[in-house]
């Protein structure tokens, strides 16, 4: 692989690593701030941390008007609405669900790149998916989800966040081939913010908000800083510099590393079923990587 490629992969492998591991912060940190209430604070947070950086950067890439309001747009899609499905469906459904449904964007992915970035569906991007889609089932293990009645429209709702998140991610690398990444990205952020803090606002006022302590402080310091700013800046790397295909692959570290952690901090077990599902994704990669 070409050393950008290798960039790429390591950036999106990251930012899928970050994301995996931030759920234990997220549960602390919802018990006390509402959903978009907490989605607002870290989309700010987000584009001030990238702002800055782009202040302080020596270089500063001419950024046109155009790029700003195409940038704009595709936040709006991956963190208006995106993210908006992904918590109306994490409250109407399980958090199994969750896992097994969102599972599906690197499926859309594949379905969205060759209409929007002209990316051609190899036999070798198939077998790579089929591979690694194989792992994530077993590492999550879909015999834990429900598919009561009742959860239909969260179940929706998950399958949307999916389906629009692949979309966000495919119009990244389109985006990228014409503007500065680092400026597209904290543009995009704030492309979530209408819908977010709107949402966010009636929370408070309808829900309020519970006692900030210094451990929630450290939280939303955490989501915003390292798993917004930085992981939302891996991930759109890592489709500006890899196939749409190939990058949509590292979404599936998620489950692994939140099960990893589980078994590290709350002494839950590996099973067999999760190591085969670890090396199924881990061959699903290196088999798309090949090509």
Do not use: C
């Amino acid at each position: 692989m070409k050393k950008h490629s290798i960039a790429g992969l390591l950036a999106g492998l990251g930012a899928a690593s970050i994301w995996g591991g931030m759920y234990v912060v997220s549960k602390v940190v919802l018990d006390v701030i509402p959903p978009f209430a907490l989605l607002t604070i870290r989309l700010i947070m987000g584009a001030a941390v990238l702002g800055m950086v782009i202040h302080f950067r020596r270089n500063k890439p001419a950024f046109t008007r155009e790029q700003f309001w195409k940038s704009l747009l595709v936040g709006f899609v991956g963190y208006g609405i995106s993210l908006g499905f992904q918590f109306v469906g994490t409250k109407l459904s399980t958090a199994s669900n969750g896992s097994l449904v969102t599972s599906a964007t690197p499926a859309f992915v594949l379905i969205f790149a060759p209409f929007l970035l002209g990316e051609k569906t190899t036999t070798r991007r198939i077998i790579a998916l089929v591979v690694s889609t194989l792992g994530v089932l077993a590492v999550i293990d879909p015999r834990n989800a429900e598919l009561s009645p009742t959860l239909f429209w969260g179940n929706m709702s998950l399958l949307s966040a999916a389906l629009t998140w692949a979309l966000y991610s495919v119009l990244v690398r389109k985006v990228s081939q014409t503007g500065d990444l680092l400026t597209s990205s904290a543009v995009m952020l704030l492309g979530g913010l209408p819908s977010s803090l709107a949402l966010g606002l009636w929370e408070i006022n309808t829900q309020g908000v519970g006692q900030i302590t210094i451990g929630i402080i450290g939280g939303l310091l955490f989501l915003g800083i390292i798993s917004t700013a930085i992981a939302m800046f891996l991930w759109n790397y890592a489709f500006a510099e890899l196939p749409a295909a190939l990058a949509s692959l590292t979404f599936f570290a998620q489950p692994v590393v939140g099960t990893l952690l589980g078994w590290f901090f709350l002494a839950e077990k590996i099973t067999p079923l999760f190591l085969a599902g670890g090396a199924l994704i881990s061959i699903g990669i290196l088999i798309s990587t090949r090509e």
